[in-house]
């Protein structure tokens, strides 16, 4: 069967969005600075459509998880919109064309139609919890792998559940001072360190988990 | 001028001692996992007169860690014996060769006259705090480094003071899900990852602080 996956920058005091979240700043104060390490890379911009950005160690993680897995699978306060019942001209904050040129499956609990976007990705809302949003996802997937792209709360479920295979770390050594945890509630799955990359700006740690 | 170094294993989810912690077991619930990957390598049960242990990435890791520095420092419930007054009986955890063999200062509010130990050790206890300890320490130390041993509050003190060179930690895939947290209360510090050394049982990243 194929893996579910997640991979995730996390602040070094744990951290995979800053204090002060908003609807509108889901990353919270400082979080942005989680993901600096990638904006940076070559990968990134030409994936954004830009010139520039370094070839770098980073930016050879960045492309190969750019790369499209077979589905997604987020949390609805990663897909946005607010909480409640879906104010249907939310698209999610990612315009027309949405990066993951693939299924994605947002869990929820208010029902929404299916909404097809630009370059293959199509949002399924799925509101019968995370092993019903997995069920779907691997039917669609089929011999690829699953990513649970995120929030924490995502993550610690899929976790908790032991139903997460591989959970892929990007370690900032930044200290956020407050935010959204990633690693609790989660109980105490064995994780084992399978392949740790090293870059001047960041530590890459992929855990298998044993479930 | 030489540096202030720290190295401290530290749980995925940013304990450095488990939950449930007493003065008879200053480690928690748990937090003997954290020292478990030392404690197989060779170079650990060789410095401890025993034979076994593996000979492995982590044992070299111990044996640098394990090599002398000029002075170390350590806050008061590293060394025991509870908090209030001096029971003088009380000689720390370490029998009469402690395993430091340099000059020792313990961070406290309660004085106390220094004590010598087997082996090279001894014991001096600072009450005018985390400065005049790690003056008296680099005095002693010369040109050699001062480490700063634990436990978490000494180490944030020295962090957020910007005392603090290096901080090299081992991450170690366990969750405790609670206890003794490292980083907190330390401000917003630039780290820079400059040596990652991965195992298949910890991930050693050293970084420098830059102050």
């Given at each position: 069967m194929s893996a579910v996956t997640c991979q995730i920058s996390v602040s070094l005091d744990g951290f995979v969005a800053g204090p002060d979240q908003t609807p509108e700043d889901p990353l919270g104060k400082g979080g942005e600075r989680l993901h600096e390490w990638a904006v940076a890379t070559e990968s990134w911009q030409r994936q954004h459509g830009r010139q520039g950005g370094e070839r770098s160690t980073d930016s050879e993680v960045v492309d190969e998880l750019l790369a499209p897995v077979g589905a997604v699978i987020m949390g609805r306060r990663m897909f946005g919109g607010g909480d409640g019942p879906w104010d249907e001209t939310w698209k999610g904050w990612w315009g027309e064309e949405p990066p993951f040129h693939e299924p994605v499956f947002v869990l929820t609990h208010h029902p929404r139609d299916p909404l097809p976007m630009e370059g293959g990705t199509t949002f399924t809302f799925v509101t019968d919890g995370i092993e019903g949003a997995l069920e779907q996802a691997r039917a669609a997937a089929g011999d690829r792998d699953v990513a649970i792209a995120g929030g924490a709360s995502a993550v610690q479920q899929y976790l908790a559940a032991g139903l997460l295979d591989e959970l892929y770390l990007h370690?900032?050594?930044?200290?956020?001072?407050?935010?959204?945890?990633?690693?609790?509630?989660?109980?105490d799955p064995v994780l084992e360190p399978v392949e740790v990359v090293a870059s001047p700006a960041v530590t890459h740690i992929r855990y298998r988990v044993r479930n």
């Open positions: 370690l900032v050594p930044v200290l956020l001072g407050g935010g959204e945890r990633l690693l609790e509630n989660v109980g």
